[in-house]
């Protein structure tokens, strides 16, 4: 609720931000790309992955593609902290601002 809601909404959209670089560097639609994403998702798909050779939903277990599960987990973990480390810097600048007014 509040600020955490959004703080997870932001984070949601960072990690978008991985099949919409996939489809523009595969020459599709990125917004298209997403939409059909989500929609597989959505239809209860559990694991959807972008074919970058026609900009379609697939099974990337299904296609034998598997990602370093290690890499993966780096990823999340370090995005967490960086996250943490960005909204201190921000509470230390609003504080810094209020110190000056007041």
Same mark, same amino acid.
């Given at each position: %609720? &509040?600020?955490?809601?959004? &703080?997870?909404?932001?984070?949601?959209?960072?990690?978008?931000?991985?099949?919409?670089?996939?489809?523009?560097? #595969?020459?599709?639609? #990125? %917004?298209?790309?997403?939409?059909?994403? !989500?929609?597989? !998702?959505?239809? &209860?798909?559990?694991?959807?992955?972008?074919?970058?050779?026609? &900009?379609?939903?697939?099974?990337?277990?299904?296609?034998?593609?598997?990602?370093?599960?290690?890499?993966?987990? !780096? /990823?999340?973990?370090? #995005?967490?902290?960086? #996250?943490?480390?960005?909204?201190?810097?921000?509470?230390?600048?609003?504080?810094?601002? !209020? /110190?000056?007014?007041?």
């Amino acid at each position: %609720q &509040g600020r955490a809601k959004l &703080g997870v909404q932001t984070f949601a959209d960072a990690l978008l931000v991985i099949p919409k670089t996939l489809a523009d560097n #595969a020459g599709y639609d #990125a %917004q298209d790309a997403l939409l059909k994403l !989500q929609e597989e !998702q959505e239809a &209860g798909s559990p694991k959807v992955g972008l074919d970058v050779e026609t &900009g379609e939903p697939l099974d990337p277990c299904a296609a034998g593609l598997w990602d370093n599960f290690r890499v993966k987990r !780096q /990823m999340l973990d370090s #995005a967490a902290v960086i #996250a943490a480390q960005l909204l201190l810097v921000d509470e230390v600048i609003r504080a810094g601002k !209020q /110190m000056k007014k007041g």
